[in-house]
């Protein structure tokens, strides 16, 4: 299993932008997995935000954050981006990645084998 570790978090107003990354702390090459990024706030089921399959030629995205997020690979560091812009209070929640070994980049949460801790998001008004 690929140990999964998130960065980038923080305080932001509304109509900021922030920058997460998903690193591999050790046990694997992301580029072999399908990875997705998912938020969750307290009370709340997991919901699904951006995804890109194994292969690298499809990504998907969460209609709440169409045109706003980008996710991407950096396969140099072994890494997985979420360039988040346009921020809004409702983008507020704890961002997780998840990896799924030559995945297609479902949006289903379990369908992922590995995740990190999270790291939190809160955008203010």
């Known amino acids: 299993q690929v140990q999964l570790v998130e960065s980038g978090g923080g305080l932001v107003q509304a109509g900021g932008s922030l920058r997460l990354s998903c690193a591999a702390s050790?046990?694997?090459?992301?580029?072999?997995?399908?990875m997705g990024w998912f938020r969750q706030n307290p009370g709340a089921e997991r919901e699904f935000v951006a995804s890109i399959d194994w292969t690298n030629t499809r990504t998907y995205y969460g209609d709440s954050v169409k045109g706003r997020f980008t996710m991407s690979r950096d396969n140099a560091k072994n890494t997985v981006n979420l360039q988040m812009n346009s921020l809004k209070p409702e983008d507020t929640a704890v961002y997780y990645c998840a990896a799924d070994w030559r995945g297609g980049g479902t949006t289903t949460p379990t369908q992922y084998e590995s995740w990190g801790q999270g790291t939190q998001v809160i955008v203010s008004s």
């Open positions: 050790r046990g694997g090459i992301l580029s072999t997995y399908a």
